[in-house]
């Protein structure tokens, strides 16, 4: 860091008590001069400011995901499906976990309707089984029901194709 990179480091974090992780990503980020005052909040892990940043380094909205209620995860797959114009509009929300938020952007990447699954009563397992069924054209209206367990999916998904 130059010097007065260093002065405007040492001004922000005196602000707050940050981690040694939290401090690095800071200073990262005024090195590729980033706007690091986005993340650099004792809210936000080290981790979650890695993703802020990542996400300001590529240009991308960040403000859909700079959100303490996000973990780092969550953050993960927001700003991957940003880097790839999906909607993350069907996951961007803070109810599901990030292996829900996996596998609604595994649907979307593979084109599929995932409005079907993208509810929060499906648990990331029940998710996955709806979704491969989608996949592989199968009658997934034959399982996709929030009272049967990812298992039970799985099992008529398999019976259906056959395997089973």
Request: hydrophobic residues 30%; charged residues 30%.
């Amino acid at each position: 860091m130059n010097e007065e990179q260093q002065l405007i480091y040492n001004e922000i974090i005196s602000k707050y008590n940050f981690n040694e992780k939290q401090k690095k990503e800071i200073e990262i980020g005024i090195e590729k001069e980033i706007d690091v005052t986005i993340y650099a909040n004792s809210e936000f892990s080290g981790y979650q400011m890695s993703q802020i940043r990542i996400g300001l380094e590529q240009g991308l909205d960040i403000s859909v995901y700079a959100n303490p209620e996000y973990d780092w995860e969550q953050m993960a797959h927001i700003r991957k499906g940003l880097e790839q114009n999906l909607d993350i509009s069907w996951y961007a929300k803070p109810e599901y976990t990030h292996e829900q938020m996996k596998q609604i952007k595994l649907g979307l990447e593979n084109k599929l309707n995932v409005e079907i699954y993208s509810k929060p009563e499906y648990d990331e397992n029940q998710m996955k089984q709806i979704r491969l069924g989608l996949q592989r054209k199968l009658n997934i209206s034959l399982y996709a029901k929030p009272e049967l367990t990812g298992e039970q999916m799985e099992q008529t998904r398999l019976e259906l194709m056959g395997w089973a």
